[in-house]
């Protein structure tokens, strides 16, 4: 079984602390102060690595849906600082889960998820049923209203209905 991401990122920072703790405790005895230099630096940069992979350890504990574009952009970019506080920011913001499942798609923020949209589609032969001229005006004008077709579209639909009357 595969463990949680916390409990092994958890687990290797404590093997690496535990590694460096047996490193200093294993000292020789006629060794000079490079050792207890070199230690230092050690130990300085395993806290500055981990200080500077903070947004990509947010992103995937909280198994945000962009977390490996943050994770490019944390890298490659983090150094500059705005790059690190932008990722950071963005593993920091909410991440939209929908029931459909699209998972942040409708933020706008999710590049790989497209936002799908179920349509009904009807056979090109088969009519809807509708009791009169009035309910198709309506339904014409209903689209209308909603953006799914222009004025001069709606003006030329409704003509043809309009003249069967």
Known sequence: MIKPLRSRLARLIELTAFSIVLALAAKPANADDNTDLLAGIAIVGLI???VYMIPTIVAFCRSHPNRWLIAVINIVLGGTGIG?????????????????????????????????????IEPAGQQSNFDDIATQLLRLKRLRDDGAIASDEYEDLKQPLIRSR
Not at 94 to 108: F, I, K, R, W
């Open 48 to 50: 500055a690595t981990l």
């Open 84 to 120: 690190w506080l932008g990722s950071l920011v963005w593993a920091c913001s909410a991440a939209h889960l929908s029931p459909s499942g699209s998972n942040g798609g409708e933020s706008g923020l999710n590049l790989f998820v497209n936002d799908a949209q179920r349509v009904k």
